[in-house]
Protein backbone atom coordinates (compact mmCIF):
# COMPACT_ATOMS: atom_id res chain seq x y z
CA UNK A 1 0.00 0.00 0.00
CA UNK A 2 3.26 2.11 0.82
CA UNK A 3 3.57 2.69 -3.76
CA UNK A 4 0.02 3.59 -3.71
CA UNK A 5 -0.24 5.88 -1.47
CA UNK A 6 3.83 7.72 -2.99
CA UNK A 7 1.40 8.04 -6.63
CA UNK A 8 -2.06 9.39 -5.00
CA UNK A 9 0.34 12.09 -2.86
CA UNK A 10 2.41 13.01 -6.09
CA UNK A 11 -0.71 13.17 -7.90
CA UNK A 12 -2.42 15.39 -5.15
CA UNK A 13 0.80 17.91 -5.19
CA UNK A 14 0.27 17.58 -8.85
CA UNK A 15 -3.28 19.05 -8.79
CA UNK A 16 -2.29 21.77 -6.17
CA UNK A 17 0.60 22.92 -8.13
CA UNK A 18 -1.72 25.08 -11.07
CA UNK A 19 -3.93 25.92 -8.41
CA UNK A 20 -1.11 27.70 -6.32
CA UNK A 21 0.18 29.04 -9.89
CA UNK A 22 -2.96 30.68 -10.82
CA UNK A 23 -3.49 31.88 -7.54
CA UNK A 24 0.46 33.58 -8.10
CA UNK A 25 -0.76 34.91 -11.69
CA UNK A 26 1.64 33.22 -13.51
CA UNK A 27 -0.10 32.90 -16.49
CA UNK A 28 2.50 33.00 -18.34
CA UNK A 29 4.63 30.22 -17.46
CA UNK A 30 0.63 27.79 -17.28
CA UNK A 31 -0.47 28.68 -20.47
CA UNK A 32 2.81 28.98 -22.83
CA UNK A 33 6.35 28.15 -21.05
CA UNK A 34 5.02 24.90 -19.50
CA UNK A 35 3.11 24.31 -22.54
CA UNK A 36 6.21 24.46 -24.77
CA UNK A 37 8.55 23.25 -22.71
CA UNK A 38 6.55 19.95 -22.18
CA UNK A 39 6.15 19.36 -25.59
CA UNK A 40 9.74 20.02 -26.41
CA UNK A 41 10.46 17.63 -23.85
CA UNK A 42 8.18 14.77 -25.25
CA UNK A 43 9.29 14.89 -28.54
CA UNK A 44 12.87 15.12 -27.74
CA UNK A 45 12.86 12.29 -25.46
CA UNK A 46 10.69 9.84 -27.32
CA UNK A 47 13.40 10.63 -29.83
CA UNK A 48 16.37 10.13 -27.47
CA UNK A 49 14.88 7.00 -26.37
CA UNK A 50 14.26 5.72 -29.42
CA UNK A 51 17.65 5.94 -30.54
CA UNK A 52 18.94 4.59 -27.55
CA UNK A 53 17.11 1.21 -28.03
CA UNK A 54 18.35 1.45 -31.66
CA UNK A 55 22.03 0.87 -30.79
CA UNK A 56 21.66 -2.47 -29.47
CA UNK A 57 22.32 -4.83 -32.10
CA UNK A 58 19.37 -7.53 -33.06
CA UNK A 59 21.61 -10.39 -34.48
CA UNK A 60 19.18 -13.67 -34.13
CA UNK A 61 15.74 -13.97 -34.96
CA UNK A 62 14.24 -14.68 -31.92
CA UNK A 63 11.16 -17.44 -33.07
CA UNK A 64 8.22 -17.96 -30.78
CA UNK A 65 6.11 -21.27 -30.32
CA UNK A 66 3.08 -19.99 -30.69
CA UNK A 67 2.93 -20.68 -34.67
CA UNK A 68 4.14 -23.60 -36.70
CA UNK A 69 7.14 -21.83 -38.76
CA UNK A 70 7.43 -22.43 -42.73
CA UNK A 71 8.59 -25.59 -43.04
CA UNK A 72 8.04 -28.57 -45.90
CA UNK A 73 5.27 -27.66 -48.50
CA UNK A 74 3.13 -30.47 -46.52
CA UNK A 75 2.97 -28.70 -43.04
CA UNK A 76 0.94 -25.81 -42.53
CA UNK A 77 2.88 -22.54 -42.26
CA UNK A 78 0.59 -20.27 -39.35
CA UNK A 79 2.10 -16.64 -41.33
CA UNK A 80 0.58 -14.64 -38.89
CA UNK A 81 2.09 -16.46 -35.44
CA UNK A 82 5.25 -17.28 -37.14
CA UNK A 83 5.76 -14.83 -40.27
CA UNK A 84 8.58 -15.55 -42.47
CA UNK A 85 8.40 -12.70 -44.75
CA UNK A 86 7.47 -9.18 -44.71
CA UNK A 87 3.49 -9.28 -44.88
CA UNK A 88 3.24 -11.92 -42.19
CA UNK A 89 5.20 -9.86 -39.79
CA UNK A 90 3.16 -6.55 -40.96
CA UNK A 91 -0.02 -8.95 -39.87
CA UNK A 92 1.31 -9.95 -36.94
CA UNK A 93 2.64 -6.15 -35.60
CA UNK A 94 -0.51 -5.10 -36.90
CA UNK A 95 -2.52 -7.43 -34.61
CA UNK A 96 -0.23 -6.59 -32.19
CA UNK A 97 -0.43 -3.22 -31.61
CA UNK A 98 -4.00 -2.14 -33.12
CA UNK A 99 -5.46 -5.51 -31.34
CA UNK A 100 -3.23 -6.37 -27.97
CA UNK A 101 -2.78 -10.13 -29.20
CA UNK A 102 -0.30 -10.80 -26.91
CA UNK A 103 -2.77 -9.81 -24.12
CA UNK A 104 -5.31 -11.64 -25.22
CA UNK A 105 -2.98 -14.96 -24.31
CA UNK A 106 -3.20 -13.64 -20.98
CA UNK A 107 -3.78 -16.02 -18.53
CA UNK A 108 -4.75 -16.65 -14.86
CA UNK A 109 -3.73 -18.82 -12.46
CA UNK A 110 -5.94 -19.74 -9.00
CA UNK A 111 -5.71 -22.54 -6.37
CA UNK A 112 -8.66 -24.77 -6.44
CA UNK A 113 -9.13 -27.11 -4.24
CA UNK A 114 -5.44 -27.11 -3.15
CA UNK A 115 -4.76 -27.55 -7.03
CA UNK A 116 -3.16 -25.08 -9.35
CA UNK A 117 -5.60 -24.34 -12.15
CA UNK A 118 -4.92 -22.50 -14.87
CA UNK A 119 -7.16 -20.47 -17.74
CA UNK A 120 -8.05 -17.42 -19.70
CA UNK A 121 -7.80 -14.27 -18.43
CA UNK A 122 -8.93 -11.77 -20.72
CA UNK A 123 -10.07 -9.02 -18.66
CA UNK A 124 -6.31 -7.33 -18.72
CA UNK A 125 -6.62 -7.41 -22.66
CA UNK A 126 -10.01 -5.93 -22.72
CA UNK A 127 -9.63 -2.89 -20.62
CA UNK A 128 -6.39 -2.55 -21.87
CA UNK A 129 -7.99 -2.43 -25.25
CA UNK A 130 -10.65 -0.15 -24.30
CA UNK A 131 -8.49 2.28 -22.83
CA UNK A 132 -6.13 2.44 -25.56
CA UNK A 133 -8.78 2.86 -28.10
CA UNK A 134 -10.71 5.35 -26.59
CA UNK A 135 -7.81 7.82 -25.57
CA UNK A 136 -6.75 7.53 -29.18
CA UNK A 137 -10.48 8.68 -29.39
CA UNK A 138 -9.94 11.43 -26.92
CA UNK A 139 -6.79 12.91 -28.59
CA UNK A 140 -7.67 12.95 -31.84
CA UNK A 141 -11.41 14.68 -30.76
CA UNK A 142 -9.52 17.76 -28.84
CA UNK A 143 -7.44 18.69 -32.14
CA UNK A 144 -10.75 20.49 -32.45
CA UNK A 145 -9.37 23.38 -30.67
CA UNK A 146 -5.80 23.22 -32.43
CA UNK A 147 -6.66 23.59 -36.19
CA UNK A 148 -9.13 25.70 -37.54
CA UNK A 149 -10.70 25.20 -39.68
CA UNK A 150 -11.64 22.51 -37.96
CA UNK A 151 -10.75 19.22 -40.63
CA UNK A 152 -13.90 17.56 -41.39
CA UNK A 153 -12.65 13.70 -40.06
CA UNK A 154 -12.42 15.78 -36.40
CA UNK A 155 -16.30 16.57 -36.59
CA UNK A 156 -17.11 13.39 -37.73
CA UNK A 157 -15.12 11.51 -34.93
CA UNK A 158 -16.86 13.68 -32.46
CA UNK A 159 -20.54 13.23 -33.90
CA UNK A 160 -20.01 9.51 -34.14
CA UNK A 161 -18.10 9.44 -30.85
CA UNK A 162 -21.51 11.17 -29.02
CA UNK A 163 -23.91 9.40 -30.99
CA UNK A 164 -26.38 8.45 -28.54
CA UNK A 165 -26.78 11.81 -27.67
CA UNK A 166 -27.74 11.86 -24.50
CA UNK A 167 -27.60 14.99 -22.30
CA UNK A 168 -26.52 18.60 -23.75
CA UNK A 169 -23.27 18.86 -24.31
CA UNK A 170 -24.08 15.35 -25.91
CA UNK A 171 -21.60 12.86 -23.57
CA UNK A 172 -18.91 11.26 -25.81
CA UNK A 173 -19.28 7.08 -24.98
CA UNK A 174 -14.93 7.49 -25.29
CA UNK A 175 -15.24 9.85 -21.89
CA UNK A 176 -17.38 7.04 -20.61
CA UNK A 177 -15.05 4.34 -21.79
CA UNK A 178 -12.16 5.54 -20.76
CA UNK A 179 -13.40 6.51 -17.22
CA UNK A 180 -14.81 2.69 -17.16
CA UNK A 181 -11.60 1.57 -18.64
CA UNK A 182 -8.66 3.11 -16.32
CA UNK A 183 -10.25 2.85 -13.05
CA UNK A 184 -10.91 -0.85 -13.74
CA UNK A 185 -6.79 -0.89 -14.41
CA UNK A 186 -6.22 0.76 -11.69
CA UNK A 187 -8.91 -0.94 -9.48
CA UNK A 188 -7.39 -4.36 -10.39
CA UNK A 189 -3.54 -3.22 -8.92
CA UNK A 190 -5.44 -2.29 -5.87
CA UNK A 191 -7.49 -4.93 -5.26
CA UNK A 192 -5.57 -8.29 -6.76
CA UNK A 193 -3.35 -8.89 -4.44
CA UNK A 194 -0.53 -10.30 -6.15
CA UNK A 195 -1.33 -7.31 -9.25
CA UNK A 196 -0.24 -5.04 -5.87
CA UNK A 197 2.56 -7.26 -4.42
CA UNK A 198 4.67 -6.02 -7.70
CA UNK A 199 3.06 -2.85 -7.89
CA UNK A 200 5.34 0.35 -8.01
CA UNK A 201 4.43 4.25 -7.21
CA UNK A 202 5.12 4.15 -11.15
CA UNK A 203 2.55 1.65 -12.26
CA UNK A 204 -0.50 4.00 -10.68
CA UNK A 205 1.08 7.03 -11.47
CA UNK A 206 -0.07 7.32 -14.87
CA UNK A 207 -3.42 5.63 -14.30
CA UNK A 208 -4.08 8.33 -11.71
CA UNK A 209 -3.15 11.10 -13.45
CA UNK A 210 -4.88 10.18 -16.39
CA UNK A 211 -8.06 9.47 -14.44
CA UNK A 212 -7.66 13.15 -12.91
CA UNK A 213 -7.08 14.64 -16.32
CA UNK A 214 -9.81 12.66 -17.74
CA UNK A 215 -12.20 14.03 -14.40
CA UNK A 216 -11.09 17.73 -14.73
CA UNK A 217 -11.94 17.25 -18.44
CA UNK A 218 -15.34 15.81 -18.12
CA UNK A 219 -16.37 18.57 -15.33
CA UNK A 220 -15.52 20.93 -17.57
CA UNK A 221 -17.60 19.96 -20.14
CA UNK A 222 -20.80 18.53 -18.39
CA UNK A 223 -20.54 20.83 -15.25
CA UNK A 224 -18.63 23.84 -14.77
CA UNK A 225 -18.03 25.31 -18.56
CA UNK A 226 -15.18 26.91 -19.93
CA UNK A 227 -15.03 29.66 -22.90
CA UNK A 228 -14.42 27.64 -25.52
CA UNK A 229 -13.10 30.44 -27.47
CA UNK A 230 -10.37 31.21 -24.98
CA UNK A 231 -9.38 27.49 -24.77
CA UNK A 232 -9.38 27.59 -29.06
CA UNK A 233 -7.52 30.81 -28.90
CA UNK A 234 -4.72 29.49 -26.43
CA UNK A 235 -4.05 26.39 -28.72
CA UNK A 236 -4.60 27.43 -32.03
CA UNK A 237 -2.00 30.67 -30.77
CA UNK A 238 0.55 27.71 -29.23
CA UNK A 239 0.27 26.00 -32.68
CA UNK A 240 1.17 28.96 -34.74
CA UNK A 241 4.06 30.34 -32.77
CA UNK A 242 2.20 33.45 -31.75
CA UNK A 243 1.09 32.17 -27.88
CA UNK A 244 -1.47 34.30 -26.31
CA UNK A 245 -1.21 34.18 -22.34
CA UNK A 246 -4.65 33.89 -21.22
CA UNK A 247 -6.03 34.55 -17.63
CA UNK A 248 -8.83 33.17 -15.92
CA UNK A 249 -10.60 30.39 -17.90
CA UNK A 250 -10.79 28.22 -14.76
CA UNK A 251 -8.93 26.16 -12.25
CA UNK A 252 -9.86 23.24 -13.92
CA UNK A 253 -8.62 24.64 -17.32
CA UNK A 254 -5.53 24.99 -15.41
CA UNK A 255 -5.42 21.26 -13.90
CA UNK A 256 -5.98 19.80 -16.97
CA UNK A 257 -3.30 21.75 -18.98
CA UNK A 258 -1.11 21.05 -16.26
CA UNK A 259 -1.80 17.37 -15.67
CA UNK A 260 -1.52 17.22 -19.66
CA UNK A 261 2.02 18.78 -19.69
CA UNK A 262 2.85 16.71 -16.85
CA UNK A 263 1.70 13.03 -18.68
CA UNK A 264 4.36 14.70 -21.69
CA UNK A 265 7.09 15.44 -19.73
CA UNK A 266 6.38 11.60 -17.67
CA UNK A 267 5.76 9.97 -20.75
CA UNK A 268 9.45 9.79 -22.50
CA UNK A 269 10.93 9.15 -18.66
CA UNK A 270 8.59 6.18 -17.95
CA UNK A 271 7.03 3.18 -19.20
CA UNK A 272 4.39 4.86 -20.93
CA UNK A 273 7.21 4.57 -24.11
CA UNK A 274 5.69 1.33 -24.83
CA UNK A 275 3.82 3.58 -27.26
CA UNK A 276 7.19 3.64 -29.20
CA UNK A 277 8.37 0.54 -27.97
CA UNK A 278 5.58 -1.95 -29.17
CA UNK A 279 7.27 -1.65 -32.82
CA UNK A 280 10.50 -2.54 -31.63
CA UNK A 281 9.41 -5.62 -30.33
CA UNK A 282 11.66 -8.39 -30.92
CA UNK A 283 9.63 -11.37 -31.05
CA UNK A 284 6.99 -9.70 -32.91
CA UNK A 285 8.82 -7.92 -35.54
CA UNK A 286 11.55 -10.13 -36.50
CA UNK A 287 10.56 -12.81 -39.64
CA UNK A 288 11.39 -16.15 -38.38
CA UNK A 289 13.81 -16.92 -41.40
CA UNK A 290 16.40 -18.80 -39.18
CA UNK A 291 16.51 -21.50 -41.44
CA UNK A 292 16.09 -19.33 -44.46
CA UNK A 293 19.01 -17.11 -44.23
CA UNK A 294 22.11 -16.75 -42.11
CA UNK A 295 22.26 -13.66 -39.85
CA UNK A 296 25.65 -13.05 -38.94
CA UNK A 297 26.46 -11.49 -35.49
CA UNK A 298 28.04 -8.72 -35.30
CA UNK A 299 30.29 -8.58 -32.47
CA UNK A 300 31.51 -11.92 -33.58
CA UNK A 301 35.52 -11.41 -33.36
CA UNK A 302 37.58 -12.52 -36.23
CA UNK A 303 38.40 -16.11 -36.09
CA UNK A 304 42.24 -16.76 -37.56
CA UNK A 305 41.57 -20.05 -39.36
CA UNK A 306 43.89 -22.42 -40.39
CA UNK A 307 42.41 -24.04 -43.30
CA UNK A 308 43.42 -27.54 -45.16
CA UNK A 309 45.14 -25.49 -48.06
CA UNK A 310 47.07 -23.58 -46.07
CA UNK A 311 48.11 -26.80 -43.69
CA UNK A 312 48.85 -28.80 -47.08
CA UNK A 313 51.11 -26.28 -48.13
CA UNK A 314 52.96 -26.20 -44.97
CA UNK A 315 53.69 -29.52 -44.80
CA UNK A 316 53.68 -30.68 -48.32
CA UNK A 317 57.15 -32.18 -48.73
CA UNK A 318 56.34 -33.80 -45.15
CA UNK A 319 53.27 -35.28 -46.11
CA UNK A 320 54.83 -36.86 -50.26
CA UNK A 321 58.13 -38.34 -47.36
CA UNK A 322 55.27 -40.47 -45.33
CA UNK A 323 53.50 -41.59 -48.79
CA UNK A 324 50.46 -39.41 -47.58
CA UNK A 325 48.25 -38.54 -50.80
CA UNK A 326 47.74 -34.51 -51.46
CA UNK A 327 45.85 -32.64 -53.25
CA UNK A 328 47.98 -30.27 -55.19
CA UNK A 329 51.82 -31.43 -56.12
CA UNK B 1 26.27 6.42 -32.77
CA UNK B 2 25.50 2.87 -34.42
CA UNK B 3 22.49 2.63 -35.34
CA UNK B 4 21.13 -0.75 -36.31
CA UNK B 5 18.05 -0.88 -38.94
CA UNK B 6 19.25 2.60 -39.30
CA UNK B 7 16.88 3.21 -41.87
CA UNK B 8 13.63 1.82 -40.39
CA UNK B 9 14.23 3.61 -37.34
CA UNK B 10 14.38 7.16 -39.17
CA UNK B 11 11.73 6.51 -41.06
CA UNK B 12 9.79 5.25 -37.68
CA UNK B 13 10.84 8.63 -36.11
CA UNK B 14 10.23 11.13 -38.97
CA UNK B 15 6.77 9.08 -39.05
CA UNK B 16 6.54 10.16 -35.55
CA UNK B 17 7.60 13.32 -35.59
CA UNK B 18 4.97 14.00 -38.65
CA UNK B 19 1.83 13.15 -36.35
CA UNK B 20 2.77 14.12 -32.91
CA UNK B 21 3.12 17.89 -34.53
CA UNK B 22 -0.03 17.70 -37.08
CA UNK B 23 -1.71 20.61 -35.12
CA UNK B 24 1.46 23.08 -36.26
CA UNK B 25 1.85 21.70 -40.19
CA UNK B 26 -1.66 21.84 -40.81
CA UNK B 27 -2.86 25.29 -40.34
CA UNK B 28 0.30 26.48 -41.91
CA UNK B 29 1.29 28.51 -39.12
CA UNK B 30 -1.36 30.93 -39.62
CA UNK B 31 -2.59 32.55 -36.35
CA UNK B 32 -6.30 32.64 -36.02
CA UNK B 33 -8.02 35.57 -34.86
CA UNK B 34 -11.39 34.72 -32.65
CA UNK B 35 -14.82 35.25 -34.50
CA UNK B 36 -16.53 38.13 -34.13
CA UNK B 37 -20.21 38.48 -33.77
CA UNK B 38 -23.05 40.55 -35.44
CA UNK B 39 -25.70 41.84 -32.77
CA UNK B 40 -27.10 44.49 -35.67
CA UNK B 41 -29.89 42.28 -36.34
CA UNK B 42 -33.00 45.15 -37.37
CA UNK B 43 -35.34 43.88 -34.35
CA UNK B 44 -31.64 44.21 -31.89
CA UNK B 45 -31.31 48.21 -33.66
CA UNK B 46 -34.62 48.76 -32.53
CA UNK B 47 -34.10 48.72 -28.87
CA UNK B 48 -33.83 51.09 -27.08
CA UNK B 49 -31.63 49.01 -24.12
CA UNK B 50 -29.59 46.79 -25.52
CA UNK B 51 -30.08 44.06 -22.88
CA UNK B 52 -30.32 40.09 -23.48
CA UNK B 53 -32.02 38.13 -21.24
CA UNK B 54 -29.69 38.43 -18.42
CA UNK B 55 -26.32 40.98 -18.80
CA UNK B 56 -24.01 39.74 -21.68
CA UNK B 57 -20.96 38.52 -19.82
CA UNK B 58 -23.26 36.42 -18.19
CA UNK B 59 -24.96 34.82 -21.06
CA UNK B 60 -21.52 34.33 -22.78
CA UNK B 61 -20.66 32.41 -19.71
CA UNK B 62 -23.56 30.79 -18.90
CA UNK B 63 -25.82 30.62 -22.32
CA UNK B 64 -25.79 26.94 -22.60
CA UNK B 65 -26.60 26.01 -19.08
CA UNK B 66 -30.42 28.59 -19.08
CA UNK B 67 -30.67 26.96 -22.11
CA UNK B 68 -30.58 23.71 -20.52
CA UNK B 69 -32.66 25.00 -17.72
CA UNK B 70 -35.57 26.46 -20.13
CA UNK B 71 -35.54 23.55 -22.04
CA UNK B 72 -36.48 21.56 -18.59
CA UNK B 73 -39.04 24.23 -17.76
CA UNK B 74 -40.49 24.85 -20.80
CA UNK B 75 -40.66 20.31 -22.22
CA UNK B 76 -40.91 19.10 -19.02
CA UNK B 77 -42.92 21.32 -16.35
CA UNK B 78 -44.72 23.64 -18.95
CA UNK B 79 -43.42 26.71 -17.36
CA UNK B 80 -43.29 28.73 -20.03
CA UNK B 81 -42.18 32.16 -18.22
CA UNK B 82 -38.37 33.15 -16.86
CA UNK B 83 -38.09 36.07 -14.22
CA UNK B 84 -34.48 37.58 -15.39
CA UNK B 85 -31.85 38.76 -12.41
CA UNK B 86 -33.20 42.51 -13.05
CA UNK B 87 -36.87 41.20 -12.40
CA UNK B 88 -38.30 41.14 -16.00
CA UNK B 89 -40.11 38.73 -17.03
CA UNK B 90 -39.30 36.99 -20.60
CA UNK B 91 -41.47 34.17 -22.37
CA UNK B 92 -39.02 30.72 -22.45
CA UNK B 93 -39.02 29.82 -25.87
CA UNK B 94 -35.61 29.62 -28.30
CA UNK B 95 -37.55 30.32 -31.76
CA UNK B 96 -39.80 33.16 -30.58
CA UNK B 97 -37.56 35.07 -27.86
CA UNK B 98 -34.12 33.94 -28.57
CA UNK B 99 -33.88 34.17 -32.21
CA UNK B 100 -36.69 36.75 -32.20
CA UNK B 101 -33.66 39.61 -31.78
CA UNK B 102 -30.56 37.25 -32.67
CA UNK B 103 -32.17 36.06 -35.62
CA UNK B 104 -28.68 36.06 -37.66
CA UNK B 105 -27.89 32.57 -36.14
CA UNK B 106 -25.12 32.26 -39.03
CA UNK B 107 -23.37 35.42 -37.83
CA UNK B 108 -24.21 34.98 -34.13
CA UNK B 109 -24.68 31.20 -33.04
CA UNK B 110 -22.62 29.55 -35.43
CA UNK B 111 -19.86 31.82 -35.97
CA UNK B 112 -18.63 30.67 -32.12
CA UNK B 113 -20.14 27.16 -32.14
CA UNK B 114 -18.05 26.13 -35.36
CA UNK B 115 -14.86 27.83 -34.28
CA UNK B 116 -14.88 25.80 -31.17
CA UNK B 117 -16.76 22.58 -32.59
CA UNK B 118 -19.56 22.75 -30.05
CA UNK B 119 -22.77 21.34 -31.94
CA UNK B 120 -25.35 20.69 -29.37
CA UNK B 121 -28.59 19.59 -30.62
CA UNK B 122 -30.90 22.27 -30.57
CA UNK B 123 -31.41 22.53 -34.53
CA UNK B 124 -32.43 18.71 -34.10
CA UNK B 125 -35.81 19.82 -33.18
CA UNK B 126 -35.79 23.51 -33.40
CA UNK B 127 -36.63 25.62 -36.70
CA UNK B 128 -34.57 28.09 -37.91
CA UNK B 129 -36.43 30.68 -38.90
CA UNK B 130 -34.37 32.49 -41.79
CA UNK B 131 -34.44 28.81 -43.11
CA UNK B 132 -38.10 28.41 -43.09
CA UNK B 133 -38.53 31.32 -44.91
Known amino acids: ?329 | MKLYNGGKIIAGIVVFLIAATFPFWYGRGKAVRPPDLKLDTPVIQQLKEKLCVEPAPYMRANHMKLLTVWRDAAVREGNRSYTAINGRVYTISLTSTCLECHSNKKQFCDRCHNYAGAKPACWNCHIIPEEVR
Request: a positive charge; glycine letters at 6%; aromatic letters at 12%.
Open chain 1, 1 to 329: MKNLGISIIAVVILLMLPIGAAAAEWYSLLTVALPYGALTVFLLGFIYRVLLWAQSPVPFRITTTCGQEKSLPWIRTNSLESPSGLFGVIGRMALEILLFRSLFRNTGAEILEKRPVYGSAKWLWLFGLLLHWSLLFILLRHLRFFVEPIAPFINALSAFDGLFETGVPTLYLSDLVFLTAATALFLRRVVLVRVRYFSLPQDYFPLLLLLCTAGSGILMRHFTKVNLIKVKELATGWVSFSPVIQEGIGPLFSIHLFLVCTLLVWFPLSKLMHMGGIFLSPTRNLANDNRMRRHLNPWDAPVRVHTYEEYEDEFRDKMKTAGLPVERE
